[in-house]
Structures are given as C-alpha cells and as structure tokens.
C-alpha cells in the first residue's frame, strides 16, 4: 500500500514568515498527490494537487507544492504566513481508488 | 459547486445506543468512503464502497457497518455506540477511474459518546 510521512506535527511560523510543511511519500509507481487543509470542526478542503503536468504546483491562499522524484517528497510551502493559515494540513496520495492520509500537520501562526 | 453532505455537525449520544451517520454527494460519485478522525492519528478509513450495495472495510471497520443503498448515499452505523467512538467523522467521495482526482469531503460530524 501506498503511504506519506509528515515531519513534524506541530508547525509555529512568525506572520509574514515562509512556511515549509514537509510530506514524504512511498510508491512504486507515480504517485498522485495532494494536500488538503482542515480548519477547525471543518472538513478537508484541497490545497493543491499534483498531476504530472509540472513539478511546481500552484495552489489556492498563496500556497504551493514542488514534487521531487528523487527525494520522495512534496513538500508545501508558502512565501509569506497570514494568520487566517492557522489550520491542520494534510498530505495524501492516491492509488486504485484508495486514498492514504498523512497524520497531519497543524500549523500555528504567531503575530 | 460539488458537494458533499453530512447530516450532522454535532451529536451526542448515549454509550449502548445505535447511531446512524449519514452522507449525501451530488456528483454522481461511484466510490464513497467513512473515515475517523482523532488527535495525532490523522484520517483513518473506517469502510469504502465503490457501488451501489458494495462495501469493503477499511483500516478499522470494527464495531461499525455501512450501508449503501443508492448511489448518492453512503451511511455509517454505530451498532452499540461506546466511549472509545466518541470522535471526528469524515464521509467522502470521488469518482472511479481517475486516478488524479480528489477525494471530496463533507463538514464532519463531531460525535461525543456519553
């Protein structure tokens, strides 16, 4: 089965600082990946995804994503945090129908 | 705008008592899915289902089943509600045969089990 690790559980950036949320994956073949975000009592709502048409992928809010074969990753991050960026994010993978979560990263900002 | 809809936000029901999560997609999406949520442990899939009347478990189908009995509607049952399934609970869709399409998810029904 497919998986994805997210480094670190808990994120705290500086408003105005870059964000860098870090998701590895683990798959045989090309992956199709995504990342989704959480506010709170909300369900997940996609970011971004990637679709093989280019490594660099662009998002809503300002947020993006660059895959990287050689190093498993997509990692997603954004030049600039606001505090409406306090939420849980998500990284995902699909295969087969079958979709398989990180275990989330929930990023605070601090004024 | 696409949709997905959970018939509750919020509910609180007694430990021993059956409880009934239900879900509703507009988009004519052949696969659905009920995952569970908790703190530090990320999405976890209860049970899926590809089709009408179709079922296969996920990561943690115990002390839960699922029905489906027309395409649009994919339902979670809790057949004697214990403290342990006090969580977050996440119903979603996405269609078959494309593999880059996302899943698409409801509000979530925060259920407490007193």
């Known amino acids: 089965a497919q998986s994805v690790t997210q480094l670190g559980s808990h994120v705290s950036v500086s408003e105005g600082a870059l964000v860098l949320l870090r998701c590895n994956y683990s798959?045989?073949?090309?992956?199709?990946l995504f990342w989704y975000v959480q506010y709170p009592n909300q369900g997940l709502q996609l970011l971004l995804k990637?679709?093989?048409?280019?490594?660099l992928v662009k998002g809503i809010n300002g947020f993006e994503a660059e895959f990287k074969k050689s190093e498993t990753s997509f990692h997603l991050t954004k030049p600039s945090a606001h505090m409406s960026d306090a939420a849980e994010y998500f990284c995902?993978?699909?295969?087969?129908?079958?979709?398989?979560f990180g275990t989330g990263t929930s990023l605070t900002v601090i004024p | 705008d696409v949709k997905v809809t959970q018939s509750s936000r919020y509910l609180v029901k007694r430990t021993g008592e059956k409880v009934f999560l239900e879900c509703v997609q507009d988009?004519?999406?052949?696969?659905m899915f009920w995952y569970r949520q908790d703190p530090g442990l990320g999405l976890r899939l209860i049970y899926f289902?590809?089709?009408?009347?179709?079922?296969e478990k996920g990561d943690i189908p115990e002390g839960y089943s699922v029905s489906r009995e027309k395409k649009e509607r994919f339902s979670l049952i809790l057949e004697s509600a214990s403290t342990n399934q006090t969580s977050m609970y996440l119903c979603?869709?996405?269609?078959?045969?494309?593999?880059?399409?996302?899943?698409?998810f409801g509000q979530g029904t925060r259920l407490t089990v007193v």
């Open positions: 289902s590809y089709d009408v009347k179709m079922k």
């Open positions: 798959s045989s073949v090309p992956p199709y």
């Open positions: 979603a869709s996405s269609p078959q045969g494309a593999p880059n399409t996302e899943a698409f």
């Open positions: 995902a993978v699909s295969d087969r129908n079958q979709f398989y």
């Open positions: 990637y679709t093989s048409a280019a490594t």
């Open positions: 988009m004519d999406h052949e696969n």
